[in-house]
């Protein structure tokens, strides 16, 4: 009993100490060292992904590396037990111990935003009206029924879902009269026509893969989608930038198939009234754009300004003024505006950690300074 | 025949003629847009000169030396005179054999005329067509030569066809009396588009050029009067050889332009930054910290109070150079002190050397008095290399999304003064390695213990900076564009220095690192400070990235080896201190941590 309370002993002084604080911080800087390095080849999506979201992974340069969630979760645990719980409680700690609260506070909001947030953009000409905002990287596959009075049944499978190689994926859901197979998932790829060959599925048309572009939202995926039933089996080529979803007919039912960014709804609709564009005199350089919208919810409209650096919070989202275009629009001519949107119950979590880390900081570096320059004084004296 | 060589002569004398100084001072005075941005005629004809040059001024063939307005007229105004001065540096003659060009009895690093490089012309711009596809990271120092001196020849090309219009009879007259075809105006005015010398006089934000002023007419907008009368007075100094004339020419189409920009508002600040380059703060403010470190480095071998005041007082002069430098470069852009990379150069030197000062004003030992003016000169002279690399403006505007004075007077501010903590530490870091590696003081234990006590402290101040900016760049990231990270480069290179400083902090508060310990992971800190202020840039991707700086890689190489070697000279020291501890069999136990 008593090994066991020593090694538990052992094992928190171990999780609370220096030494793995130190440890934490050097892996810490390897892992974002390697991290910065490897965007010169990568986009920044992939990378972060990879040294992010993978609890261990490879360098492009084959080293093994711990990634940065994982760390991350045990500097928490450190600084929770060597900064928080066991550390020694005295006045000239204090400011530590402050500093401490908020770095713990700081990667605890950056847990919530990785797990609740949503980020995404809406892109919207003059005059137009949308209520959704569309996802960077992820892609879903939606069905589409057609109901009576213009109605529609949806159906989604996630991109998370989507099989990234190996045997077909199979989807079944109630009210369904056929089963979804979907295959060959690509990331990037574009359709082209083959005269010859026996891969194609559509009308000699295949899917040809491209590497990952510089920028990952860049990037259109393709997928191949059958739909199958006891008695038929029709294949479709699914691509990001198809004009018009799949259409296909099964028991006098019309259902669409399509691949499209994931859709989240918002509550009101933002139409865009104008969009100002200011460049710097002489140059290509932008000095200024912003947007103005008219934001109505519950049959209520309000009209906002949303510029660069002076985004729009809403209802627990918020609108960056992000890009523009068309790039060659000529003066009277629409010109669409397209916003970062994001929904993030941390959002002023940051701010909560810096006042709290630099109030911290302060008392503990000015009693310190204090301290030096009062043992000068009194070393000169 | 006589006749003839006294006309030749006399055209030799003339063009031999010096600028006279009325002249240089209202043309140094003209108000012209470029960039985005209504600055001094001498302000472009400086970073001009600084293009093809590599200097703000340029000596003739009599050795006389000249200023950037005057460097600037000859090629307006005496294109022929112009082409024949030296102002092409070519640094390194390879350049010269790529392009094809003979240059036997020049040295290796030598300057050409116009005339000289012409005969390569074709083969220079073919090959700098040809080296522009390659990525900027990827090229050779002669392929970086040959795109700057295509650049250089085109501009030179373009500033002395500027005013062919007016050397060709009455143009403008006939401009104004409609007696030109839209094809012959495009003819003649074609090329005058490399000064935007014309304040609208409607309104319109931005500055017009002779050719935007033919192509306006040529749209059914003819030129205000004012604008006709400017050009009228461009063609006579143009078309003049009277000194009298000229000037008399150059005075109302500098007082039309001035009256037109101060009307506009646009006149006001164009004195200011005159005096900011005739004051040539980093310039004076190198000169005297170099002083500062003679006087200082003197007492070293004759301690002496005096010459120590001295030292101090030079130190704190050039620091008033770098102060009044930065203050008058926010003046101008009304903007905080750091917008771009040459800013922080000059910031961080400023911020280095005070906080080296505020050590000696506590501690009185010295080592931030010879701190200070090395950081100061070494810093400075950064900066001007840093901008002859660049060769433009480095008073600039500002993309859009950068464009809140808020957010660069905390975040940007924060962050430079953590570089700035960090890179002091780094230097006192090295008092102490390099210390202990010559022996200086060898008895004196308490010396070593003050300085290792400074470089903590220094950590620990650049500690706060670069936490707080790291944040407060989330917070702005945040908070303007909805995410609090977003693994840029840049981001990471605070990030990086934040990282390496926590596990020196927490090192020595756990005891696995001592004075020593803690000096060479300063100097390691130095480094990062390095990697993150300049080595994340020439990566080239990321939202922060300022553009690929030439030569720079170099530079951080060679930091990276001398520091590298400092780090392991002190680890070699370490370790035979601790063999001669135990040796001795005595303070073992205390020499086994660093």
């Known amino acids: 009993m008593n090994e066991t309370k020593n090694l538990l002993a052992k094992a928190l002084d171990f999780l609370g100490s220096y030494s793995l604080a130190c440890i934490l911080f050097l892996l810490l800087f390897i892992l974002t060292l390697f991290g910065t390095l490897e965007q010169a080849n990568s986009s920044l999506q992939d990378v972060r992904t990879k040294y992010f979201d993978s609890p261990f992974f490879l360098t492009e340069w084959g080293i093994p590396l711990p990634g940065a969630s994982l760390l991350l979760g045990i500097l928490f645990l450190n600084l929770l037990v060597g900064g928080m719980i066991r550390m020694r409680r005295t006045w000239s700690r204090v400011g530590i111990f402050v500093i401490h609260i908020g770095i713990a506070f700081l990667l605890l909001s950056g847990l919530v935003e990785g ?55 199979v989807f079944r859901a109630d009210g369904l009269p056929f089963e979804v197979q979907l295959s060959g998932f690509l990331r990037n790829c574009r359709p082209e026509f083959v005269q010859h060959g026996s891969d194609s599925v559509e009308r000699g048309i295949v899917f040809r893969a491209l590497p990952p572009a510089e920028e990952a939202e860049q990037n259109v995926p393709g997928i191949t989608a059958a739909i199958v039933t006891k008695d038929l089996r029709r294949e479709a080529l699914l691509w990001g930038q198809q004009m018009q979803p799949f259409v296909t007919t099964i028991d006098g039912r019309r259902f669409a198939l399509d691949l499209h960014q994931r859709r989240w709804p918002l509550p009101f609709s933002v139409t865009l009234r104008k969009f100002t564009h200011e460049r710097h005199p002489g140059t290509m ?97 | 025949m006589r006749y003839i060589a006294s006309i030749l002569l006399l055209a030799a004398v003339a063009a031999a003629a010096p600028w006279d100084e009325r002249t240089v001072d209202l043309f140094t005075h003209l108000p012209v847009q470029e960039q985005g941005r209504v600055k001094p005629f001498s302000t472009i004809a400086a970073f001009s000169l600084l293009r093809m040059n590599h200097m703000r001024a340029f000596r003739d063939s009599e ?32 350049a010269l054999d790529a392009i094809g060009l003979p240059h036997e009895g020049k040295k290796r690093r030598d300057r050409y005329s116009y005339d000289e490089l012409a005969p390569a012309r074709g083969r220079l711009f073919q090959l700098a067509h040809e080296y522009d596809r390659i990525k900027a990271q990827d090229r050779s120092p002669v392929q970086s030569e040959v795109i700057d001196l295509a650049h250089a020849f085109l501009e030179f090309e373009a500033f002395a066809r500027f005013l062919d219009f007016g050397r060709s009879g009455d143009t403008v007259k006939k401009l104004k009396d409609g007696a030109l075809s839209g094809e012959e105006a495009f003819r003649l005015f074609d090329g005058a588009s490399a000064l935007a010398l014309f304040p609208p006089v409607d309104g319109a934000e931005e500055w017009l050029t002779p050719e935007d002023l033919v192509a306006m007419a040529a749209a059914g907008h003819p ?104 203050t008058l470069r926010c003046i101008l852009l009304g903007r905080p002190p750091v917008l771009n990379l040459y800013d922080t150069i000059i910031f961080i030197t400023a911020v280095g050397v005070l906080s080296a000062l505020v050590i000696e004003f506590i501690n009185r030992r010295r080592i931030g008095l010879a701190a200070a003016p090395i950081l100061g000169a070494v810093g400075l002279f950064i900066a001007r290399r840093y901008e002859v690399i660049e060769s433009r403006d480095t008073l600039r505007q500002l ?109 020595r508060m756990g005891g696995h690192i001592r004075d020593l310990g803690v000096s060479m992971s300063a100097v390691l800190g130095g480094m990062v400070v390095a990697w993150s202020w300049w080595g994340v840039n020439l990566l080239g991707v990321g939202l922060h990235s300022y553009g690929f700086t030439g030569g720079v890689w170099t530079g951080l190489i060679i930091f990276g080896l001398i520091e590298g070697l400092v780090i392991f000279a002190g680890v070699v020291s370490w370790l035979m201190s601790r063999s001669a501890a135990a040796a001795t069999d005595s303070g073992a136990a205390e020499a086994t941590t660093v």
């Not at chain 1, 939606?142 to 529609?152: A, K, N």
């Not at chain 2, 050795?63 to 082409?83: N, Q």
């Not at chain 2, 000037?247 to 006149?267: D, L, M, N, P, V």
């Not at chain 2, 030079?314 to 770098?322: D, H, P, R, V």
Request: aromatic fraction near 12%; glycine fraction near 8%.
């Open chain 2, 399 to 507: 993309q859009a999304v950068l464009d809140t004075n808020f957010w660069l007077a905390t975040h940007v501010v924060c962050i430079t003064i953590g570089y700035a903590a960090g890179l002091l530490a780094s230097a006192i870091g090295h008092v102490y390695v390099l210390g202990r590696i010559f022996g200086l003081k060898r008895d004196d234990k308490s010396f070593y213990r003050n300085i290792a006590r400074m470089v903590y402290g220094t950590l620990c101040f650049a500690l706060v900076f670069s936490v707080v900016g790291t944040i407060l760049g989330g917070i702005w990231a945040n908070y303007s564009w909805g995410r609090f990270w977003g693994w840029d480069p840049k981001e990471n290179g605070a990030l990086l220095i934040v990282l390496a400083q926590l596990a020196m902090i927490h090192a």
């Open chain 2, 63 to 94: 050795g006389k030396k000249h200023t950037p307005t005057e460097f600037l007229l000859e090629v307006l105004f005496r294109p022929d005179d112009a082409r024949s001065e030296k102002v092409f540096l070519i640094e390194n003659s390879d």
């Open chain 1, 115 to 169: 797990i609740t947030s949503k980020k995404g953009s809406m892109m919207v000409w003059e005059g137009q009206t949308r209520s959704e905002f569309r996802s960077y990287y992820d892609w879903d596959v939606s069905i589409l029924e057609e109901l009576p009075e213009g109605r529609q049944r949806a159906y989604t499978i996630p991109y998370e879902r989507l099989p990234r190689g190996g045997k077909p994926a």
């Open chain 2, 223 to 326: 030129p205000a009067p004012e604008h006709v009368a400017m050009l009228e007075a461009l063609e006579r100094m143009a078309a003049t050889e009277s000194e009298a004339e000229f000037r008399s020419a150059a005075s109302e189409f500098c007082g039309r332009s001035r009256q037109i920009a101060t009307t506009r508002g646009e006149y006001r600040k164009i004195p200011l930054e005159v005096s900011y380059y005739k004051l040539d703060a980093f310039y004076n403010g190198l000169i005297v910290y170099v002083l500062g470190f003679l006087l200082v480095a003197a007492t070293w071998l004759w301690p002496n109070k005096w010459l120590a005041r001295a030292g101090l007082a030079a130190t704190a002069i050039g620091l008033a150079y770098n102060a009044a430098g930065i």
């Open chain 1, 285 to 381: 350089m932008d000095r200024y754009f912003s947007s103005d919208i008219t934001r109505v919810e519950n049959n209520v409209a309000t009209d906002v300004h949303i510029s660069m650096n002076d985004p729009m919070r809403h209802g627990g989202f918020i609108f960056f003024q992000s890009a523009w275009g068309p790039p060659n629009a000529r003066p009277g001519q629409p010109r669409y505006s397209v916003f970062s949107v994001v929904e993030n119950p941390a959002d002023h979590g940051p701010l909560v950690a810096l006042i709290i880390v630099a109030v911290g900081l302060l008392v503990h570096f000015l009693r310190k300074l204090a301290l030096h320059i009062g043992a000068e004084a009194r070393r000169r004296a």
